[in-house]
């Protein structure tokens, strides 16, 4: 059981009840031994099932069916593995499950879906428990205004748990309170996408929650209401969707009641900065609270470096075509929709460690995104020094030469930002919080709006408004390698008062309304590809984009962008990666993920299967 009392609601000042919350199936009956609804009737009890409630967000259930990493809702492997973000990393045999699923060739047997499936549902549950438990308090404890807003919380997160599960699998079955073991009616099943149920959900959330709360991590208004035009993102309804983007970017607070803000790129992914400005939904993290790691961000437990941090376990690396895209063009500082992919950025792909006329591209343009997303040899790696290659990869010639770098701490505030991850992972439990909805994630859906059923100068400015905190040149990495001493590749030379790459970022100056709405939309599509990389989105973008389910990129966009990503790698000579010779995606079907059998079996057939399994 986890530790509650510093997940999620910082700092713990509801009453927490030691509860065994447990779902060993999808709404199976309450287990034996656990508090019964007439103990919890009280506003402490209630307050307890919120905690219990909100404790999922991060996708990890201890002692639940499976590792942390198959259920997080980081989604590196669902969102970011599944598409042209990154390659799974590690050796080729190292994590089968997650193997398949970056060579398209899972099945509904495949040992990370399921866990998945029954984490979120266990939130879900959890959800339903606080509803359903509020009409039973009777002792005048929970007033009417508290008993409103708490149904608006639970609401929220039967909401996010739903959306979960409706970005991988889209058909899956909608349970609200009302379904129940004792009401016998639990065996439902999913005859198609349930997007109304869901921005039901967030509605009704965002209609009760306040705009500030006591405790970080609770959700508010705002973040209802990003959660909702997310929703509608994925459902197409972009003209439901603009004003409640406008709203959140007129009048949008945090939590904490702080107004939204683009804060520099880094400070989104460093916990000492964390529940900035920028943050409208953050799943929360601690470590040296006494649980053993595990209210860490066991999401990312493997995705280090095999050198320098923490020193395992190789996993998440990001791709040749991803760092490519990061090229811009030399005179307007803009991407290379259409040519980034033409021919890799240099890289030390075969170099060994110890070379010393290895240096990295120092005169190719790129955005400074990418050296705060990508860790790449030659240039510093936080503040870890030199990012030494090699020596840094589990296995180069399979995972390629890239590390990610997003979850990953400092190291002067690695005492404090690290833990050990159930007693067998050292410093692999990180307070590195996770950014489920950021704010230049609501900025470029805006944009994307406008693309669709706005204007397309208004797009233009709303993607310039990210644009433009790339361009502050006074966040962009310093430290070139200028040499090495006494001929030792571990003792770079570095020069800190030059910038570590030829960093380039350009605005667009008209060209959205000059070149039409496919090249808006094109931009904008980019555009998130740079800003949210490696943050778990990717995949469930360009499932979104297809016309197959509804998206104006047409038919077959999505397999059309994957399978050249897939030429790509296995044209790359020095880049034997066994797993994706001969991989494809297929149209139709590969867009979705299988439900897992053990659900289909459960139910006795009434959840199908998804199209194509």
Avoid at 60 to 66: K, R
Avoid at 192 to 203: L, R, T, Y
Avoid at 347 to 370: C, H, K, S, W
């Amino acid at each position: 059981m986890k530790n509650l009392k510093y997940k999620i609601i910082i700092p713990g000042t509801f009453a927490v009840i030691a509860l065994t919350i447990s779902c060993k199936k999808f709404l199976e009956k309450t287990p034996p031994g656990t508090l019964n609804q007439s103990v919890l009737a009280s506003k402490a009890g209630v307050d307890g099932l919120l905690i219990g409630a909100y404790s999922l967000v991060d996708g990890v259930l201890q002692d639940g069916p499976a590792d942390p990493w198959t259920s997080g809702t980081n989604n590196w492997i669902y969102g970011g593995v599944a598409a042209d973000d990154a390659h799974k990393g590690s050796t080729p045999g190292d994590q089968p499950g997650a193997a398949q699923i970056e060579s398209y060739t899972a099945t509904s047997v495949n040992n990370y879906l399921d866990p998945k499936w029954r984490v979120m549902y266990n939130g879900i549950q959890r959800a339903n428990d606080v509803i359903r438990e509020l009409p039973l308090v009777t002792d005048g404890s929970v007033s009417a205004d508290y008993a409103k807003e708490v149904t608006a919380e639970a609401r929220f997160l039967r909401g996010f748990y739903h959306f979960e599960l409706a970005k991988i699998w889209r058909n899956v079955p909608y349970a609200d309170e009302k379904v129940t073991y004792n009401n016998n009616n639990f065996n439902i099943g999913n005859p198609g996408p349930i997007w109304d149920k869901i921005e039901a959900d967030f509605a009704a959330a965002a209609a009760d929650l306040p705009a500030s709360q006591p405790q970080i991590g609770r959700a508010n208004k705002y973040a209802a209401e990003a959660f909702l035009a997310k929703a509608y993102m994925f459902d197409h309804k972009y003209t439901q969707a603009k004003p409640i983007l406008a709203d959140i970017i007129a009048n949008g607070v945090n939590s904490s009641g702080v107004k939204y803000a683009l804060e520099p790129f880094a400070n989104n992914f460093n916990p000492a900065t964390r529940n900035g400005p920028e943050g409208i939904f953050v799943v929360q993290t601690s470590v040296g609270d006494n649980a053993l790691g595990f209210n860490g961000n066991g999401g990312d437990v493997l995705n280090f470096p095999s050198g320098g941090p923490a020193t395992c376990c190789g996993f998440y690396q990001p791709s040749f075509s991803f760092v490519n895209a990061f090229k811009v063009d030399a005179t307007t500082g803009l991407p290379l929709f259409n040519t980034y992919n033409n021919s890799d950025l240099k890289n030390d792909q075969g170099v060994v460690a110890g070379d010393i006329t290895y240096f990295p591209d120092q005169t190719t343009p790129v955005d400074p995104r990418l050296d705060y997303t990508v860790g790449r040899r030659g240039i510093p790696y936080l503040d870890w020094g030199i990012h030494p290659g090699a020596s840094w990869a589990r296995d180069q010639a399979d995972g390629g030469p890239y590390s990610p770098i997003k979850n990953v701490y400092y190291k002067a505030n690695q005492t404090t930002n690290s833990d050990t991850y159930g007693g067998w992972a050292p410093n692999q439990s990180t307070a590195n919080a996770y950014n489920a909805i950021r704010y230049a994630d609501v900025i470029l859906w805006a944009a994307e709006v406008e693309v669709e059923v706005g204007s397309l100068a208004q797009a233009e400015v709303y993607v310039n408004m990210v644009r433009a905190r790339a361009a502050t040149t006074s966040n962009w990495v310093k430290g070139r390698v200028t040499g090495y001493t006494a001929g030792d590749a571990t003792k770079p030379i570095v020069d800190n008062s030059q910038y570590a790459a030829n960093y380039k970022v350009g605005l667009y100056t008209g060209q959205f309304t000059a070149n039409g709405q496919a090249y808006a939309r094109e931009a904008v599509h980019f555009e998130r590809r740079l800003e949210l990389g490696m943050e778990g989105h990717r995949f469930f973008d360009l499932q979104r984009w297809d016309g197959i389910y509804g998206g104006s990129s047409g038919n077959g966009y999505m397999a059309g962008i994957l399978n050249s990503y897939l030429a790509h790698e296995n044209g790359i000579a020095s880049f034997p990666q066994t797993l994706l010779k001969g991989a494809k995606f297929t149209a139709g079907k590969n867009e979705l993920y299988p439900i897992p059998q053990a659900q289909i079996d459960i139910t006795q057939g009434n959840i199908k299967q998804n199209p194509g399994y």
